[in-house]
């Protein structure tokens, strides 16, 4: 009689055992399901940031561009005031006589010069960004 009860004892613990491992299983492959999901977003998030690391790439260097243009602002105004304080006043006379209209005054030369050489360069560099924005946004 111990036989008997010893062999259905076994067969008892398999089952409660293999119960245990299915069940071990499926929780395993839930947790491999979600890792995967994981996995997938955290290459979205890779992708979205290394997008907005180009923007940020190309916004630095227009702040760099702006920044240039805007000191030197400080030599085209002063430019300005110099070649402003050059041109000659018209001298009033004893008798109150005045110019005649015709009489134009002398102006100076052009002191501004705007360079070109980069105007190539920078159109091509913004063709570029433009089509990586368009990219970016065509892509899901």
């Known amino acids: 009689m111990r036989q ?3 062999n259905g004892n076994p067969n008892a613990q398999s089952t409660g055992q293999s119960a245990a491992l299915l069940a ?7 947790e491999l ?4 999901d994981l996995r997938d977003l955290s290459a979205a998030v890779a992708d979205q940031m290394e997008a907005l690391q180009q ?5 630095s260097d227009g702040t760099e561009a702006i920044a240039t243009v ?10 300005i005031n110099m070649a402003s304080a050059k041109i ?5 006379t004893e008798h109150d006589q005045t110019v005649p209209e015709e009489t134009e005054l002398p102006l100076p030369q052009t002191l501004v010069r705007i360079p070109t050489e ?3 360069a920078l ?3 913004a063709e570029l960004a433009m089509e990586d924005e368009q990219n970016t946004a065509a892509t899901p």
């Open 123 to 125: 159109q091509a560099q």
């Open 88 to 92: 000659p006043n018209p001298r009033e």
């Open 33 to 36: 399901e979600n890792l995967k």
């Open 55 to 59: 923007k940020l790439a190309t916004l």
């Open 24 to 30: 071990r299983v499926n929780e395993k492959k839930a």
């Open 4 to 6: 008997g009860s010893t």
């Open 70 to 79: 805007v000191g030197n602002w400080h030599n085209v105004l002063q430019a």
């Open 118 to 120: 980069h105007a190539p």
